[in-house]
């Protein structure tokens, strides 16, 4: 039996995470198969505009558990969000290797925007053109997310065989 120093309960956690993203990449992607109108309505550009605000919200869930037990430092000024998505990039030596490359935090930051967006605005003032890339670029987005936490998985493994 291996010795349990936290690192693969702490993986677990985030792979948790990622497949209830990834439920949440699915049924995006359905809803816009269904979608046969030019423009929807504002019922069902509100429902995926929900899906992607919480694609990112289960994103940032992840990337605050890093923060907290990995770099033990959680960003707290007004712009905490974009502060935590940045820090997401970095290097911390002696620490961990950056999470995510500053090109996927870029396409991240849009998301990141549009959840601000979404959760101070009512459904109405969503405007289907700005959603629709988001939407239908998705699963795209989820898959390097994936690959990222990939390789910090693989980071994790060698840091817990370490400790062993």
Do not use: C
Request: net charge negative.
């Amino acid at each position: 039996m291996k010795k349990n120093n936290g690192i693969a309960a702490f993986q677990a956690r985030i792979e948790k995470d990622l497949r209830e993203i990834k439920k949440v990449v699915e049924y995006t992607e359905e809803g816009i198969a269904e979608l046969s109108q030019e423009k929807p309505g504002v019922i069902v550009v509100s429902g995926l505009a929900s899906q992607v605000h919480s694609f990112y919200s289960g994103l940032e869930k992840i990337f605050d558990l890093i923060a907290e037990h990995i770099d033990r430092f959680e960003p707290s000024s007004k712009v905490w969000h974009k502060e935590l998505l940045k820090q997401m990039t970095l290097e911390i030596q002696g620490v961990r290797p950056a999470v995510l490359t500053k090109e996927l935090a870029d396409v991240l930051g849009d998301y990141l925007e549009f959840r601000h967006f979404f959760r101070h605005n009512y459904g109405f003032d969503i405007d289907w053109d700005e959603l629709k890339p988001k939407a239908e670029n998705l699963k795209a987005t989820f898959d390097k997310v994936e690959a990222a936490f990939q390789r910090f998985f693989a980071f994790l493994q060698a840091a817990s065989a370490q400790l062993e």
